[in-house]
């Protein structure tokens, strides 16, 4: 049975937030089975905000969680690396109010988890097994996620570039993709927009080494790491912000032109909504067939 996970020794790194410039210094440490993942303000006497939908805060370019007015920015990036790598259970510090952009992917963060290790610990891993199908539409944005026995992402973006254009990307995350494929994807903004996100105060952080900065015609910071590397980093922002559920899905998750907005939304539809799925474990297996797949408890409406 796959078991919960954290890692083995506490790690850190130093950077600056992409949206507020401030600099912070972040600590990963080890917690114990069951805790989930915890931001503490060490900064503001170790104040605890948990990484559950129901801090969600402000949602416009970065997913931001706040509890009692104390706020934790940017989230988005690390937690869909503590998935990516399947870790259940960790506290991280910070002594500022955003996260460290860094290269503007989740790369590093992923390298910093290895870096420390990982650990498995005695608690079988709950899953949340999808069992009907959810649908949300918005204008002509669309996401849904539908009854599947692996996490699998199909992501379909429309921006209007020379270089993007629509561009769509589908990976299951069982297989272990996420590493090679999702990770290295990096955030990206254009140089248009930039003058007017500035004075809204939101890319107060940004340069050329954290982003793809985009030109009319082309990048300004080649070479890409992926010819697709916009999708794909949308994938990483969805995958971060579904995070915030608690616990790992289990179903294909479509989205189209879809945002942060939009991730959260589903996130808390589907923890209002007790009929859509149910909590699940899975058997250790490198791929997991349907029938691996055991209903711990029915939910009813
Ligand atoms: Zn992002």
Not at 16 to 34: D, E, F, K, T, Y
Not at 204 to 226: D, H, M
Not at 259 to 270: E, I, K
Request: hydrophobic share 40%.
């Amino acid at each position: 049975m796959k078991r919960e996970q954290t890692i083995r020794a506490a790690v850190e790194c130093v950077g600056v937030g992409l949206h507020s410039a401030a600099p912070v210094r972040m600590r990963i440490l080890p917690a114990a089975a069951g805790s989930g993942i915890i931001f503490r303000r060490v900064d503001l006497d170790g104040f605890e905000v948990e990484a559950t939908s129901r801090n969600v805060a402000r949602v416009s370019y970065a997913t931001s969680l706040m509890k009692k007015g104390v706020l934790i920015s940017t989230t988005e990036h690390l937690l869909s690396a503590f998935i990516g790598t399947g870790i259940d259970n960790a506290i991280v510090e910070l002594d500022n109010l955003e996260l460290p952009i860094l290269d503007g992917s989740a790369r590093p963060f992923v390298e910093l988890i290895q870096k420390a290790g990982i650990r498995k610990q005695r608690r079988p891993r709950t899953h949340l097994r999808i069992c009907r199908e959810l649908e949300l539409r918005e204008g002509n944005k669309f996401i849904a996620v539908y009854p599947s026995s692996t996490y699998s992402v199909s992501y379909t973006i429309d921006f209007p570039h020379p270089l993007i254009g629509r561009e769509t990307f589908q990976v299951d995350l069982q297989d272990g993709n996420y590493l090679t494929d999702i990770a290295p994807a990096r955030t990206f903004g254009s140089r248009e927009d930039e003058q007017a996100m500035r004075n809204m105060g939101l890319i107060r952080g940004a340069s050329r080494e954290n982003c793809i900065v985009l030109t009319r015609k082309g990048i300004e910071n080649p070479p890409l790491r992926f010819q697709d590397e916009f999708v794909r980093h949308k994938v990483l922002d969805l995958i971060g912000d579904l995070a915030l559920l608690g616990k790992q899905i289990l179903g294909n998750i479509v989205a189209d032109r879809a945002g942060h907005a939009m991730h959260t939304a589903l996130v808390s539809r589907l923890l209002r909504d007790r009929t859509l799925w149910e909590e699940a474990t899975v058997e250790d297996e490198v791929h997991p067939a349907p029938s691996n797949v055991r209903v711990l408890a029915a939910q009813t409406a």
